[in-house]
């Protein structure tokens, strides 16, 4: 059990990077080259590449080489819908102790379809598995 635990802990210490989020966010879009990236994210390109191997690293971002051109996507797409959920609990919670965030466009969407959304994902992602 102690495994499983550990397991999410790293992944959410993944996750625990303002940076990180901002560069998941961006390839929410679809694929993008490491240049896009840091011109979409105004980080610069030492800072991008950390993060990025960071990300792949921890099984989130998937690369691919294009002669001396990177490309990068998530490796799964749900993973936005994901944080958008934390984001959308976050601002309940806030919400419910009187200490109200501002709510973007990213993050508009009612807890509850947020939730309804995210067992769908699970259920097709075991479908596809074979679970």
């Known amino acids: 059990m102690n495994i499983f635990y550990e397991a999410i802990a790293a992944f959410y210490k993944v996750l625990s990077d303002k940076n990180r989020l901002i560069i998941l966010f ?19 390109q030492p800072l991008v590449s950390h993060h990025l191997k960071e990300l792949k690293n921890s099984l989130l971002v998937k690369t691919e080489r294009r002669g001396p051109f990177v490309f990068c996507e ?14 959308q609990l976050l601002f309940e919670l806030k919400e419910k102790n009187r200490k109200p965030l501002p709510k973007g466009e ?26």
């Open 26 to 44: 961006k390839l929410a879009g679809g694929q993008k080259s490491v240049s896009q990236i840091i011109d979409e994210t105004k980080l610069s």
């Open 74 to 87: 998530l490796a799964e797409p749900a993973l936005t819908d994901f944080i958008r959920l934390t984001n």
């Open 106 to 131: 990213d993050f508009a969407m009612p807890f509850n379809e947020m939730m309804k959304n995210m067992l769908e994902i699970r259920n097709n992602f075991r479908r596809r598995n074979g679970e």
